[in-house]
Nanobody, 125 residues
Framework: QAQLVESGGGLVQAGDSLRLSCAAS????????MAWFRQAPGKERDFVAG????????LYTDSVKGRFTISRDNIKNTVYLQMNSLQPVDTAVYYC??????????????????WGQGTQVAVSS
């Protein structure tokens, strides 16, 4: 069992940066493949970035490539999402998620059994 708590969201201006944190308790984040999803009002919850179970590979949706970086600190048992050059289109609730299976899709919300409560990111122009 893993309990995930996101933090670090807020209201920023276009071009600013934020670092989201996902603190895990109960289990080590290294035991899971981790990902960040986001959901804007009235839209689907979409994949943003993922970190494989081994931590040796990262995945990003096209719209954030070159701007966002997912990382993990096993000692702190925390997953991060560094977000640079934020744009209004990035406005959403951001969720941290974890999955145990190395075989299911990283892009599908149904692959993830563990979710945080979400943290709001709002970017003004």
């Amino acid at each position: 069992q893993a309990q995930l708590v996101e933090s670090g969201g807020g209201l920023v201006q276009a071009g600013d940066s934020l670092r989201l944190s996902c603190a895990a308790s109960g289990r080590a984040v290294s035991s899971y493949a981790m990902a960040w999803f986001r959901q804007a009002p009235g839209k689907e919850r979409d994949f943003v970035a993922g970190l494989t179970w081994s931590g040796g590979s990262t995945l990003y949706t096209d719209s954030v490539k070159g701007r966002f970086t997912i990382s993990r600190d096993n000692i702190k048992n925390t997953v991060y999402l560094q977000m640079n050059s934020l744009q209004p289109v990035d406005t959403a609730v951001y969720y941290c998620a974890g999955k145990r299976s190395p075989y299911s899709s990283y892009y599908d919300t149904r692959s993830y059994a563990y979710w945080g409560q979400g943290t709001q990111v709002a970017v003004s122009s």
